[in-house]
C-alpha cells in the first residue's frame, strides 16, 4: 500500500511538473473581433458545455496562448466586415491583453481598410502628401499610436510594421494605374519601401525599445520571391521575419518548410513566426489554389490535424519562435458579428462549443489542457489521453499510470 501510495505521488508530481514546463515558443492567435463578439453576447461553451464566461482567460488557461495580435487601421469606415479597428478600439483591447499577462503584437495596417499583397492602399487623409511627408506621417503615426498604448500600460511586445507587405506598402491613391508597387524582379519603389519601413522602425525603436520588430509576408509559397524581398529589405532595422502560411494558398508542409530552411540558411540572425495560419472547419472554397483536403479535410477533424501537424513540423526548428492563428474567436453561431462566415474559427459553428484543434497550439509550447480534478475511474464519455498527448485506444484496462480525460486526472 506505502507502494502504490508513493507511486501515485510521484506520478502527480511529475505531472504537475510536466504540465508547468514550457518553452520559449509564442502560441496564440490575433482576436481583434472579439470585442464585437462579446457586445453581441455570442455564446461561446467549452468541452462540458458549460459558458465561457472570458474567453481571453480561457485562450490563456486552457488553450495555452501567451501572445495575442491585434490589428490597427488609420481611419477606418467600420462598414465591412472586420474593418472596426481604430486606435479607440483597439486600446482597451491591448489593455486587457497586457493585464492578462499576455504578450501583445500590434499589427500596423498603415491602411484605412484590409492591407495585404493586393490591397495596400494609402489612407485617405495621407493621399495628398509628398513622399517626405508621407515619410514624416509613418514616422508621426506610429510614434502618437505607440506613445499613446505606452501611456496606457499596454505598450506591444511585439510590432508589424505593415500587414501582408509583399509588394511594398502605402500604394495609392486608391485605384491609380501607378500603385508604387513593389516586385523583386524590378527596382522601382523599393527605395521608397525602405524609407517608410526606416521612418515606422525609427518610431517603434524610440518608443518601445524591448519591442521586437516584424517584417510581415506572405509569398511562403515561394521561396524566390521571398528571398528576393528580404534580400532587398536587408539594410532594414528589424528583428523577426513574419509569415502568412494558408495552405489553400500556399501549398502543403513541404512549401513551408522549404521556406523556414531557406530563412535560415540566408538570415540566420532573424528568427521567423507564424503570424498568421489557419485552416477550414467546414466547406473548402472553390478559388483555392492548392486543394489540401486530401491530407487534412475540411472538418473539425482536419482543422485539428492540419495543426497538429503544423505544430509537430515546427516545434523542434529553433529558429521559428511562433504560431499565431488568425481569427481563432470567429464563431457564427446565432449570430451574424462577422459576414460573410470566414470558416476558418476554432469554434463549432453550429453550436458555439469549443473545437478540439484550439488545444493543438499547446504542444508548441510543450503544455497541454490544464487539468483541475483527480479521479480513479474514468468517466463513462470522452477519450482518455496520456499526459504526451497520445489518445489511448483500449481504455478497458488501463496500465497504472496518469492520464487525462475531460479536463480531470485520472490515477490509476
Known amino acids: ?9 510521484l506520478l ?27 457586445a453581441a453576447n455570442v455564446k461561446y461553451t467549452d468541452k462540458n458545455n458549460q459558458r465561457i464566461t472570458n474567453l481571453l482567460t480561457y485562450f490563456r488557461d486552457e488553450a495555452g496562448f501567451n501572445i495575442a495580435r491585434v490589428r490597427l487601421f488609420v481611419d477606418p469606415d467600420k462598414t465591412s466586415t472586420g474593418v472596426v479597428q481604430d486606435l479607440d478600439y483597439v486600446l482597451p483591447l491591448a489593455v486587457r491583453i497586457k493585464e492578462a499577462g499576455l504578450k501583445l503584437m500590434l499589427d500596423f495596417h498603415y491602411s484605412d481598410t484590409w492591407a495585404d499583397p493586393s490591397n495596400q492602399w494609402t489612407p485617405a487623409a495621407w493621399t495628398s502628401l509628398t513622399e517626405e511627408e508621407l515619410a514624416d506621417t509613418i514616422y508621426g503615426y506610429t510614434k502618437m499610436v505607440l506613445d499613446t498604448l505606452v501611456k496606457s500600460n499596454a505598450a506591444p511586445d511585439y510590432i508589424q510594421t505593415g500587414n501582408e507587405i509583399s509588394y511594398g506598402m502605402l500604394w495609392g491613391p486608391q485605384g491609380t494605374s501607378s500603385p508604387l508597387s513593389c516586385n523583386t524582379s524590378k527596382d522601382d519603389n523599393w527605395e521608397r519601401f525602405r524609407t517608410l519601413l526606416t521612418q515606422a522602425g525609427k518610431a517603434c525603436r524610440e518608443m518601445c525599445p524591448d519591442a521586437k520588430i516584424i517584417i510581415h509576408t506572405e509569398r511562403t509559397g515561394n521561396w524566390s520571391t521571398t528571398k528576393g524581398i528580404y ?7 528589424y528583428d523577426i521575419i513574419g509569415l502568412s502560411y494558408y495552405p489553400e494558398w500556399h501549398g502543403d508542409l513541404s512549401k513551408l518548410k522549404n521556406i523556414l530552411v531557406g530563412c535560415n540558411y540566408y538570415y540566420p540572425d532573424k528568427p521567423v513566426m507564424l503570424v498568421e495560419t489557419g485552416y477550414y472547419n467546414n466547406w473548402y472554397p472553390s478559388s483555392a489554389t492548392y486543394d489540401c483536403t486530401s491530407t487534412w479535410p475540411a472538418s473539425p477533424a482536419g482543422q485539428k490535424l492540419f495543426l497538429d501537424d503544423l505544430v509537430e513540423m515546427v516545434k523542434d526548428r529553433d529558429y521559428v519562435i511562433g504560431i499565431l492563428y488568425w481569427f481563432p ?37 510543450g503544455i497541454y489542457t490544464p487539468v483541475e480534478n483527480i479521479t480513479t475511474q474514468p468517466e463513462q464519455n470522452g477519450d482518455i489521453y496520456t499526459v504526451e498527448g497520445l489518445k489511448v485506444n483500449n481504455t478497458d484496462n488501463l496500465p497504472h499510470g496518469v492520464y487525462i480525460q475531460n479536463g480531470k486526472k485520472i490515477v490509476k
Open 329 to 365: 474567436e470567429e464563431n457564427p453561431y446565432n449570430n451574424r458579428v462577422y459576414e460573410p462566415w470566414y470558416n476558418h474559427g476554432l469554434f463549432n459553428p453550429n453550436t458555439g462549443k469549443v473545437s478540439d484543434a484550439l488545444f493543438s497550439l499547446q504542444k508548441l509550447r
Open 1 to 9: 500500500m506505502r507502494k502504490i501510495t508513493l507511486t501515485l505521488a
Open 231 to 237: 534580400d532587398r529589405l536587408s539594410t532594414v532595422d
Open 12 to 38: 502527480l508530481v511529475a505531472l504537475a511538473s510536466f504540465a508547468q514546463e514550457e518553452n520559449n515558443k509564442l502560441a496564440g492567435g490575433d482576436i481583434s473581433m472579439l470585442p464585437k463578439y462579446e
